[in-house]
């Protein structure tokens, strides 16, 4: 069966979606927790969207949108050595990882 | 809903689901759950997930070998991966006051059968690779403690809970309880009422505002603790790390994101739970202190949970003597999720069999107004 995907991070598909509606998930809050839905790299930026009003549609009644999840920063993943205030990284060793 | 219940339990957190799903494990299942969010709404799902057994009285490090000893059984019993994975603790003494706090704590654990070490930095830096040791004086390291991911050991037990007949109710708020002289006989909920004679406060940051609706007054206050996430990385990060000059601590979690916090002692008690940049600013230079390595990985997202915090940093626990029926599970502080196991199974032991445990006592509310206070000082984050 085709695979629709609806967060391209963390690989969740419409019917994961689905599944955890199904087990009585209702809010994106909820979703977002069980499929991990908007909490990789694009922290939800390409994915949310999608995702409300796809639940809206599950959900029925007149809402075309579900309520998103509480917006987190950061706004872009940054690195640590710049909310650290340092101008440049000066990594040790080998520099991995 | 059910309209009414032997007990009935406010908060879905950690350590009201604990309480459920002993009960009804051992039988008794005519519990209602209110949860006024969604579950992992409150600090069970906003915590680091550290559980350690490095504490300082012998009552806590009892009480963490037990919760060990379930969180190493939980995954198989709930049919959910909680990931709890025992990389150890290791914290880092950087003045000798603290050096010879850990060394005695490590001679109480020692004795209680935790098998904590005291580790030298260059020693400290074979168990972390890459560690910046200028500075630490000496670690203290138990290669037993460890992290695991809370909401599916949060989901794990409501599902056994609800299997067995327990009732949670999630988007529920309760709004007022109701006695007959001392004795309760309503909880009311947005949703409904429901008639009982016991009510178990385990509400966490919110168990201060269930008391006084029976006219208790908990000395309990809600602190904010910010939180981050880094990119996920390739396995490198065995322990979680604690600096305690400043209560940084941080550690790698099974999808392989650092994820940690940091003290502030300048926070004030509040219901906030916004982001603060001063939290970002303060807890990337920690770690770029301890792990220079860590310069160029990415923070991806915060957020903030509650302490709920009691003048002695240890719980509440048991009856109080203004209302009969009313039992407090709360005040746990930032180490509610580790306890959960051990106090939901001696809560339930006590609930159901009588089987008394010496932390009702010690751990009452009337300790405050005897002035019977041992204050636990090992409260990180």
């Known amino acids: 069966m085709a695979k629709t995907i609806v967060c391209r991070c963390e690989d969740v598909c419409i019917e994961d979606l689905k599944l ?16 991990g839905l908007a909490t990789g790299f694009c922290q939800g930026k390409c994915c949310i969207a999608h995702a409300a009003r796809f639940l809206a549609r599950l959900k029925g009644g007149d809402d075309m949108v579900a309520d998103p999840p509480r917006t987190r920063p950061l706004l872009h993943p940054t690195p640590v050595y710049r909310l650290a205030g340092e101008l440049e990284a000066e990594p040790e060793g080998d520099g991995e990882p | 809903m059910r309209d009414r219940a032997d007990l009935v339990i406010v908060g879905g957190g950690v350590v009201g689901l604990s309480l459920a799903c002993q009960l009804a494990r051992m039988g008794f299942c005519d519990v209602v759950v209110l949860e006024q969010g969604y579950l992992c709404f409150g600090a069970s799902g906003r915590n680091g997930g550290g559980i350690r057994q490095q504490w300082t009285t012998e009552e806590n490090i009892l009480l963490m070998k037990e919760s060990v000893r379930l969180f190493r059984r939980m995954a198989a019993e709930t049919n959910y991966n909680i990931w709890f994975r025992q990389g150890g603790y290791l914290f880092l003494a950087r003045d000798g006051k603290t050096a010879s706090t850990l060394e005695a704590n490590m001679k109480l654990q020692n004795r209680l059968g935790v098998p904590t070490r005291m580790v030298s930095p260059e020693r400290a830096r074979g168990i972390v690779p890459g560690l910046d040791t200028r500075g630490v004086e000496v670690c203290a390291y138990n290669p037993t403690d460890g992290v695991l991911f809370p909401f599916p050991a949060l989901w794990g037990m409501a599902k056994v809970a609800t299997q067995l007949g327990v009732e949670i109710n999630t988007y529920t708020r309760v709004t007022d309880i109701q006695t007959r002289g001392k004795q309760i006989v309503k909880v009311v909920t947005d949703r409904g009422a429901i008639a009982t004679s016991r009510v178990v406060n385990a509400a966490g940051a919110w168990s201060w505002q269930i008391a006084r609706m029976l006219g208790v007054e908990l000395p309990n206050k809600p602190y904010r603790h910010e939180i981050l996430v880094c990119e996920p990385l390739k396995p490198f990060l065995d322990p979680m790390v604690s600096d305690l000059s400043d209560g940084t601590y941080f550690s790698q979690t099974m999808r392989g994101e ?37 310069a160029d990985v990415k923070v991806m997202r915060q957020w903030a949970g509650y302490y709920d915090e009691t003048p002695d940093g240890n719980p509440i626990l048991g009856p109080v003597e203004q209302v009969d029926g009313f039992i407090q599970l709360n005040g746990f502080g930032g180490h509610g999720f580790m306890l959960a196991p051990a106090i939901g199974r001696q809560a339930a032991e006590w609930l159901l069999r009588k089987v008394d445990h010496p932390m009702f006592e010690k751990y009452d509310l009337g300790r405050f107004a005897r002035g019977e206070v041992e204050r636990e000082i090992f409260v990180i984050g």
């Open chain 1, 20 to 35: 955890g509606f199904e087990q009585g998930l209702r809010e994106l809050e909820e979703l977002k927790r069980h499929t």
């Open chain 2, 258 to 294: 650092i994820c940690g916090g940091i003290s502030d002692p300048e926070e004030k008690s509040s219901m906030e739970t916004r982001s603060s940049f001063r939290f970002l600013h303060r807890m990337c230079r920690s770690m770029l202190r301890l792990l220079p390595r860590l």
